[in-house]
């Protein structure tokens, strides 16, 4: 079963606007990591932002994390149209000896 | 060269036959794992292994088999492939509690 789920499942916006993709979760995590695909290619890290963090920066890329809720979020700034990717959140349970989860991915296009 | 290298990248074939994906890695990591990509479901968990010894299943081990040969090199098996095992194949490595690297994937058609 899924742990993570991402929302939007796709997001267009235009060059230069900021994009926000959000992750819930269900269970209680060691760390949560984004990734990025683009189309057909394999899956690309990003970001680690582990459970006693509440935000991580890495250049463009900015990820919060709020345990209580359950959630994650991921922010690219000044987006161009070379982020036009999936990005997928991925879980590492509690007790799943660092084996990560991950969900089904949001779809961002930016146009150009 | 790739960190991790999967062979074949595309493969056709038909109901019944016997198909073996391969994973070698330079990285030098202990955990490689064999994941699944189908539209509209993200990634899925085949089976794992944390060391030379150690093969665990994932949550769609029906229908597959590994092998982990040496550190660098795990293999993903159907023994009899079909239709339903159309995808897109990844294989990745990490190591305790890092980030995961993938190879590029492994289409596979079942007609």
């Known amino acids: 079963s899924q742990q993570g789920e991402e929302d939007p499942q796709a997001l267009s916006i235009q060059e230069g606007e900021n994009a926000t993709m959000n992750c819930s979760y269900k269970t209680s995590i060691n760390n949560l990591q984004w990734y990025r695909q683009n189309s057909g290619r394999g899956l690309v890290h990003l970001i680690l932002i582990r459970s006693n963090e509440r935000e991580k920066h890495s250049g463009r890329l900015r990820v919060t994390l709020d345990t209580s809720k359950k959630s994650s979020s991921l922010l690219i700034t000044a987006s161009r149209a070379a982020d036009t990717a999936s990005y997928f959140c991925?879980?590492?349970?509690?007790?799943?000896?660092?084996?990560?989860?991950f969900g089904k991915g949001t779809l961002l296009t930016v146009n150009p | 060269d790739a960190d991790v290298t999967q062979t074949p990248r595309n493969r056709i074939t038909k109901t019944g036959k016997r198909i073996m994906l391969e994973c070698s890695q330079t990285k030098g990591h202990d955990r490689m794992y064999w994941y699944r990509q189908d539209p509209g479901l993200g990634l899925r968990l085949i089976y794992y292994s944390f060391d030379v010894k150690d093969i665990n299943k994932g949550e769609i081990s029906d229908g597959y088999s590994v092998s982990r040969q040496a550190q660098a090199k795990f293999s993903l098996s159907l023994e009899s492939a079909i239709p339903n095992q159309t995808a897109l194949y990844f294989c990745a490595t990490s190591d305790f509690a890092g980030e995961l690297f993938f190879g590029e994937g492994s289409r596979l058609t079942v007609l």
């Open positions: 991925a879980t590492d349970a509690r007790g799943s000896n660092y084996k990560l989860t």
